[in-house]
Structures are given as C-alpha cells and as structure tokens.
C-alpha cells in the first residue's frame, strides 16, 4: 500500500485555517462592536444610579433646616464591566464629584428690600442692606470610555438636573419657594473627588433651625428679590417656579406671590437670576447653611433680638423672665454667646445678673425684679452683644432695647409669676381613697392655692386635663348616701366655705366642673378670704387599658388645672397651673413660651402661634397643645397654629410635654 499523491491532508489544513480565521474574525466583531455596546448599556445604567444618588444628596442639602444631625449620602463615582473569558475590557468607568462656586465669596445668593415684621429683627433685615450669603453647587462629571453622551449632573439652589450640551432636563422639583414661604439653602466647602468606586458625601448643618422670620417689601415701591447665579437661564426657572408665579400680579387670593423672574449677565457661563415676589405680602424666610467636603466656614453672631418679650408689663413686688436669642446671618441660633444686661435709670428695677450666656436654642434668660418702691411707670431694659456704655443703640443689630411697664400691684393677675395673685403652692401628691399612701393605689391628687390677691374670692369652675392621654375619667369610690368630704367626691375644695361636686358615676375627664351646679350633689361654690389656703382633693383618676379602665398612681402624673373665680371687688379671673405629685419625673420641668404674631391688614383677624420660644434642659419637647377658648382644655397640637381665627382679647394658653410626661403652661392675650 503506497501513500505517493495522496492529497487529503492539504484539505484539512486548508479547512482548518479557514475555520481559524472565522473564529479571529468573529471574536473581532465582538470585541470592536457587542462589547462596547454591552459596557455603554452599564455605562448608561450606571449614570441613571448616579441621578439618583445625586437626588438623595440634593434630598439631604435641602432638609438641613430644621435637621440638627449631619447626613450622610453615598456616590458611587464608577462602576465596573462584567469580567470576559476571551473579550478584554477597557479600564473600568470613573467619574468627578465636585463643588463649584460654593467657597467664592463673589459667587451669592443675595436678599434684597426684605425687612422683618418684628421690631428688634428689623434692626438686621432693616430693607435696606442687601444680605449676601456664598452658595453654589455641587456636580457629577462622568469619565466613561463608551457613552460619550453622557450629560453632566447638577445640583444647585434646590434643583437637579442633567446639564446635555444640547439643553438641560430637570430631575427634581424646586424647594425655595412654596406661596409666601421662601426657603433659602446656602451650600458651603469645597470638594473634588475622582473615583471608580463610592464616595460619601457628609451633609453638615453648619447653621439650620425651623425658624422662620417674617419680612415684607421695605417701602411701598420696593420689592422683596432673591438673586443668584445659575446654570439655567432665566427661562428655565420661570418654569421651574410656574405654579408660584402670579398671572395676575396684585392678586393674593390664588396664593401666587412671584411677580417676575429676570435675568442679567453672570460670570463666565452662569446666568444672574432674580427672583421678584409681589409688594404688600408678609412672607416667612426660612434659611439654613449646609457644608460639605473642607474648608466649611463655621457661623458667628449676627444680631440679637427678642423672643415673645417686646413689651413686658410687672406688678411692683413681682418679677418677669425676658427672653432674647442671638441669631447669626442665616436667622439661626449661636450658644455660647455671652449677653449683657443693664436697667437703664434709677430705682426703675433691676435684673438679678448682668450677664447671661446664650444655650444650645441661642437663648438668654434675663429676670427684671421689682420691689415695693420701684417706680411705676415705663422702664428701659438694655442688652447688648458688646459692653453697654455710651456708645448702646438700640436700633443696632447688637443691642436690644425692651420696654417694661411698672404697674401697681396687680390683683388677678390670672397665671403670672411672683407673689401676688392665686399662687399653687407646690405641694401636690397622691393619695389612695383612705386620704393616705399607705396601701392600696394612690389614684386622688391634692394639692393647695393660697389668695394673694388681696381680696376675697369665690371659686367657681374647676378646668382639669391630664397630660396623660390614657387618663380618662374621675370616680371617686364612696356612694351619694354619705356625707360629702375630702377623697369622697371627685372635687372637694376645703376653704373658708367649702366647696363639692359628686357625679355619682364618675365624669370623664378632661372637663370644665362648675362647682355648684353639675354633677349630681353639689356644695355652694367656694369662698378664699383674702391670704387664706384652699386645698383640692380630686378622686380619683380612671386610666384606660388593653384589659378595661383601673385606677392610676397619680404620682410623677401631671395634671393642668384652671381655676376660674370671681373677686368680690367685682369681675372674673382665672389662674392655670400644672400639678405633678411627687415633683417632676426623672427630667426637669420644660419652659412654656409662644409668640403671636399676624400679616397686620391682611391678617382678617386671623392669628399665627409659635411654640418655638419654650423650651427643655434635655431638649426633648414631644408635644405641643393649645386652648384657644378659654375652658382650660387643650383641643389642639402641633408647635404651630397658623391662619387661627381668634378674637382680639383673648387669652390663649400653650401646654408643652417633654419625653418624660413633665408639663408647663402659659397662657397670652391675643392683642
């Protein structure tokens, strides 16, 4: 057998170089076209992640006011291609996360023709300085290898959105401005990070609070303005802002209160854009400083002002506590800040320091003491951030003038502080049915109120409303038969002329008692000569639970008690306090303080109230509530009230509550 001429080997080489040559080719192809393809589908997946985190970042920045805990944001700058057996990846995607303009003093966000409402902050936001403060934004730069397109992601003045080179898509609605609420976020630090993996972004609230300040246009032909330099032009924030701007300028009652958004020239590629909002509104400007990256520049005092103590009127003999806060640039609080404090004139009072320290709320705490021979008449109380001397000007930012009226001893008073009027005495405690706290659940509360009024009195309602929620009734244990006495009726009042009611079921609870005529037996209504002590017994409180209603240990409970009476000398008047038998809980007691305040003529007698001023030394307030008729039960909650039809004249009352159930009240005429 001979092999000479046999060709068959030749075609299987040839076959195999072609097949070779197929495979070169078509790995080729995928290398040159389904590779990039499939790393721009990741490129692109993972700018659409990157919209998103820089979303969550602009969330972070624009929650700063009232936001005391710094946030932290994760970026992730790039991303990674999955791994190949036989195709090669270019190096993996990374991206440029960084601060523009946001260190460059030049670069502003400026607030023109604004000034405040309140008198003492007019002395900043006068109208007639413009208030500058640095911003700018922060961006995202990809540096992909395949999707070129990509745009470049921005935040800035609330707003997110894609800057492309043919225009600009937003991704997030505005923040600033909300009908006649402007919320002003300025951004601060600097920061340049280049990356493939994630960066966290620290959102640091350098100057925030939920406090806002009242400001109207300065003069009758200026306009409250907000300016800053954007990436948008003029146009794209007027869309932005469509639903705030006022078809009809002049028009308050479809809550748009824009007039015009303008453009001029900016630096380098930025647009100078304003902001214009309509003449004769009170708007609530609302700021705050966010930092990120280094070089954040901290805040220091700007101005200080008063807080609910404007004007203060004291009985000779009494005392009054007057309030102020220092404030920095952004209207925000500054502890640490030392005060002065001077009684301008002779034998006009004095105040019990010369110098208080701002707390962590910004807040200075000044008590103004009379005695017997203060003068009565109008006395001038200065404060100051600087020594007070000559040189005090009580229409600087610094310096602080307030007015206290020095009256004659005051009868009734109704709820203030000192040693005239109805005084509790401090002395609550629980007590079980048997009139002691030895056995058994010590459900009654009492406690006493001594008359300095320098009258006689006739008690008749009792108010009572338990700060506990889960209190609901009173119910004393005895039956009707027996002859009405102390821990035997659920009010029994011990004074020159003892008073009861007995509701033979029981009452739920809170409610107004009037002594002589509900329930089912009665007393006549209460008699209190003048320097005499009447002693409350109320038996005993029913609390609700998974398993029915059962008598509560009243003590570290906290009750408000109203006690509305009549002077023999003639009209009524009434004295609210809170008992807490036992003393307080394991914190101590909260300060109650609120402002009013309305929009002057457009107000249509309807009334803002601000819990803001009260205040605890742990800092844990948990609730708000408030008596807007005089009943002495607190109907509504929240740290605010705004837009409240109340009758000037009125006396509202504040109750706040911190963490631990501990309680305090007062209570302020509506002017």
């Excluded at 078809?247 to 479809?254: A, F, I, T, V």
Aim: aromatic share 8%.
């Amino acid at each position: 057998m001979t092999f000479t001429g046999d060709e068959r080997a030749q075609s299987v080489q040839v076959g195999a170089v072609l097949l070779f040559g197929v495979l070169i080719i078509a790995f080729s192809s995928y290398q040159a076209f389904a590779v990039p393809e499939q790393n721009r589908e990741v490129e692109f997946n993972h700018n659409q992640q990157v919209q998103t985190h820089l979303q969550d970042l602009r969330n972070a920045i624009v929650s700063v006011p009232g936001q005391p805990s710094q946030q932290a944001v994760s970026v992730q700058l790039g991303t990674r291609y999955p791994s190949r057996l036989v195709a090669t990846n270019p190096g993996p995607p990374s991206g440029l996360l960084y601060t523009d303009g946001t260190t460059n003093e030049s670069q502003n966000l400026t607030i023109r023709n604004a000034e405040a409402i309140n008198p003492e902050t007019a002395d900043y936001w006068d109208g007639t300085a413009p208030r500058h403060y640095n911003t700018g934004a922060i961006a995202y730069k990809p540096e992909y290898n395949v999707y070129g397109e990509a745009p470049e992601t921005v935040y800035e003045h609330s707003v997110v959105y894609n800057q492309f080179r043919e225009g600009n898509i937003t991704l997030s609605e505005q923040a600033m401005v909300d009908g006649r609420d402007i919320t002003l976020v300025a951004l601060n630090g600097s920061m340049s990070r280049s990356a493939s993996d994630s960066v966290t972004v620290d959102v640091r609230p350098t100057s925030q609070s939920s406090r806002t300040v009242r400001v109207t246009n300065a003069t009758e032909t200026s306009n409250v303005s907000v300016s800053f330099l954007s990436r948008l032009p003029a146009e794209e924030w007027r869309v932005l802002l469509e639903d705030e701007i006022d078809p009809s300028p002049g028009n308050k009652s479809n809550d748009r209160y824009i007039a015009n958004v303008i453009e001029a020239e900016g630096p380098g590629s930025l647009y100078n854009v304003t902001v214009v909002f309509e003449r004769g509104a009170t708007y609530r400007l609302k700021m705050a400083k966010a930092g990120v990256g280094t070089r954040v520049a901290s805040e220091s005092d700007a101005y200080l002002t008063t807080v609910g103590s404007e004007n203060v009127t004291v009985a000779k003999g009494d005392d009054e506590e007057i309030v102020l806060e220092v404030r920095d640039a952004y209207n925000n609080p500054v502890s640490d800040v030392e005060v002065n404090g001077s009684v301008d004139g002779s034998n006009a009072g004095s105040l019990t320091t010369d110098t208080e320290s701002s707390d962590s709320d910004g807040r200075v705490r000044f008590v103004y003491e009379t005695s017997q021979s203060t003068t009565t008449g109008t006395a001038t109380v200065q404060f100051s951030l600087d020594e007070i001397n000559g040189s005090f000007d009580g229409e600087s930012p610094e310096d602080v003038s307030v007015p206290v009226t020095v009256t004659e001893a005051n009868p009734g008073s109704g709820g203030g502080s000192g040693n005239t009027g109805l005084i509790y005495n401090e002395d609550a405690i629980a007590l079980n049915s048997n009139g002691n706290t030895d056995g058994g659940v010590d459900g009654g509360v009492q406690f006493s109120v001594t008359n300095e009024l320098g009258e006689e009195i006739t008690i008749t309602t009792v108010a009572i409303d338990p700060v506990n929620d889960d209190i609901i009734r009173l119910s004393d244990t005895f039956s009707n038969d027996r002859d009405p006495a102390p821990q035997e009726n659920e009010v029994y009042i011990q004074a020159d002329t003892n008073g009861y009611t007995d509701f033979g079921g029981g009452t739920d609870v809170p409610r107004t008692v009037d002594v002589d005529s509900d329930g089912s037996l009665n007393g006549p209504n209460p008699v209190l000569s003048d320097t005499s002590t009447a002693t409350f017994h109320l038996f005993e409180f029913i609390q609700d639970t998974l398993f029915g209603s059962s008598e509560i240990d009243m003590t570290g409970e906290s009750v408000t008690i109203t006690v509305t009476y009549e002077l023999s000398s003639g009209g009524t008047d009434s004295k609210m306090f809170t008992v807490t038998p036992g003393g307080a809980n394991t914190n101590e007691q909260p300060n109650a303080d609120f402002t009013i305040t309305s929009d002057g003529s457009e107000s249509n007698g309807k009334w803002d109230f601000d819990a803001s001023p009260s205040s605890d030394p742990q800092g844990d307030i948990v609730t708000y509530e408030w008596d807007f008729d005089e009943d002495g039960i607190f109907e509504t909650t929240g740290q605010t009230v705004e837009k409240k039809r109340v009758d000037s004249g009125t006396v509202v009352a504040l109750r706040v509550v911190d963490s631990e159930g501990n309680a305090d009240t007062v209570r302020k005429e509506v002017p």
